[in-house]
């Protein structure tokens, strides 16, 4: 990234504090534009393993901050690419065309979920399994539409 350049609008994890409001090692989504200028907002809460993030934000107190941004991989669906286990413990296994489902704690670990049809209703449990940020690139993102009923929220 050059100097002043900043990264793409999404997921990341802060990696110094930005302030007292942002400790280091937490998530945020970055949102590179905007008035009064780019900042980073902290989850408030989830919804179906998916981080929502505070109204009001934190701006950058300069640009470069931004380079201490790290990127993460969006929470959405997955396939799974290529067998692994979730850890070196090797806790549990993903299998290769396994649907899942990537979110995050607030301290931006990887989780993953694993849907499971019940009665011809694809269910999606709301406890996911701790993986290694290495596997996700196992991880192959799947297309899928993300609408809500809720004004502003994708």
């Not at 950058?60 to 969006?74: C, H, K, Q, S, V």
């Not at 489902?101 to 406890?127: C, H, K």
Request: hydrophobic share 40%.
């Amino acid at each position: 990234m050059s100097e002043g350049a900043l990264p793409p609008c999404g997921l990341y994890r802060s990696t110094v504090a930005i302030g007292t409001e942002v400790p280091a090692g937490r998530l945020v989504y970055f949102h590179n534009h905007g008035d009064p200028g780019p900042g980073v907002y902290l989850p408030t809460s989830w919804l179906q393993n998916r981080a929502r993030f505070a109204e009001s934000g934190v701006l950058l107190p300069g640009r470069w901050w931004a380079a201490t941004l790290d990127a993460l991989a969006p929470e959405g669906f997955y396939r799974v690419r290529e067998t692994f286990h979730c850890c070196e413990k090797r806790c549990q296994t993903f299998e290769v065309d396994q649907l899942v489902q990537l979110g995050y704690t607030a301290e931006a670990e990887p989780l993953l979920f694993v849907p499971e049809v019940i009665d011809s209703v694809l269910i999606i449990p709301d406890r996911g399994a701790r993986i290694d940020r290495a596997r996700i690139s196992k991880l192959h993102p799947l297309k899928t539409p993300v609408s809500s009923s809720e004004p502003g929220l994708q």
